[in-house]
């Protein structure tokens, strides 16, 4: 069953949004932005714009980072007049993953659960298998503008748009396995992003960094441009969807996910949340985390991708 309208019960109020301005945008024209906090969201004619906007902590994933980002999406879901979204980042890259220096402060879903079953099953489902549920299944079509570091949790942002398109200057990793002793993201796309169980294996075995050439010729990607080519390449492949009537835009892309889920891609999201719960409580695995965090580093600086 597709989780696709559930929202986070504030969701939609109104006292989010008391930031209200308008502002003009290179290429485009005026439209309005929401400031949600750590994310925009930003409106204009048919397209709407869901931007990370946290460029001082990599726009990492915090828990609240990740929160709003499912609340920009609801505004797009429920405005009639927003055919396409398009997903991007503020600053010198995409997304860095996880939010490694706020603690366990930015992970308050995470605290929860170990509190209550000294385990983080629920906290782990709660804010990474349905909010990337939500993100795979949303029903209007959604284009990735990728730029820079593009790592672990972010690379999930980057790979399940329908369509994603990298400035010459984008990497991609998972730096997981061998950065933190973790099988992958709380919900591993890889296998089916992939599509090729070789290189997602070499991939994730080694924390391999792929270029946006490499990411392209995978089939991770759709398109690589040069950066100062990035918002017009991402805003005219908007403006051409969103040609297209709404309802038509959103059958095929139901379809499109129907397609997916009836080869097992859902059902895999929800199994490799619950390994990594496991994953969370192995001796060998919890000694990898041990050794990053004793000595300052991030899961990044302990591969050689």
Not at 11 to 32: P, Q
Not at 107 to 130: C, H, K, T, V
Request: aromatic share 8%; charged share 20%; hydrophobic share 40%.
């Amino acid at each position: 069953m597709s989780t696709t309208g559930a929202l986070p019960a504030d969701a939609l109020s109104c006292s989010k949004f008391d930031t209200i301005v308008k502002s003009s945008r290179e290429g485009a024209i005026m439209g309005e932005v929401r400031d949600l906090g750590k994310v925009l969201y930003e409106t204009n004619g048919a397209i709407a714009r869901v931007v990370l906007n946290w460029p001082e902590k990599a726009n990492a994933q915090s828990s609240e980072v990740v929160w709003q980002v499912d609340e920009a999406l609801g505004l797009a879901q429920q405005d009639m007049a927003i055919k396409v979204v398009i997903f991007k980042a503020n600053g010198n890259g995409f997304c860095a993953g996880h939010d490694m220096s706020g603690g366990p402060s930015a992970y308050p879903e995470f605290a929860r659960s170990i509190d209550a079953i000294d385990s983080n099953w629920i906290g782990s489902r709660d804010l990474f298998l349905w909010p990337t549920l939500r993100f795979y299944e949303f029903p209007k079509p959604m284009i990735a503008q990728v730029h820079g570091y593009c790592l672990g949790g972010g690379t999930y942002w980057a790979y399940l748009p329908d369509i994603t398109i990298a400035s010459d200057d984008a990497y991609f990793q998972m730096p997981l396995v061998q950065g933190l002793g973790f099988p992958g993201g709380e919900t591993m796309v890889e296998p089916w992003t992939f599509m090729n169980r070789k290189r997602a294996a070499e991939y994730l075995y080694t924390a391999r960094t792929l270029t946006a050439e490499e990411a392209e010729r995978y089939g991770l990607i759709n398109r690589v441009v040069r950066r100062d080519a990035l918002d017009e390449a991402v805003e005219s492949m908007a403006a051409t969807i969103a040609r297209a009537p709404l309802s038509t835009l959103m059958g095929t892309k139901s379809l499109l996910i129907r397609a997916w889920e009836q080869m097992g891609m859902r059902q895999h999201l929800q199994m490799s949340a619950d390994v990594m719960s496991i994953m969370e409580k192995t001796s060998d695995a919890r000694a990898v985390r041990q050794r990053l965090a004793e000595g300052g580093q991030k899961p990044r600086d302990l591969t050689d991708g």
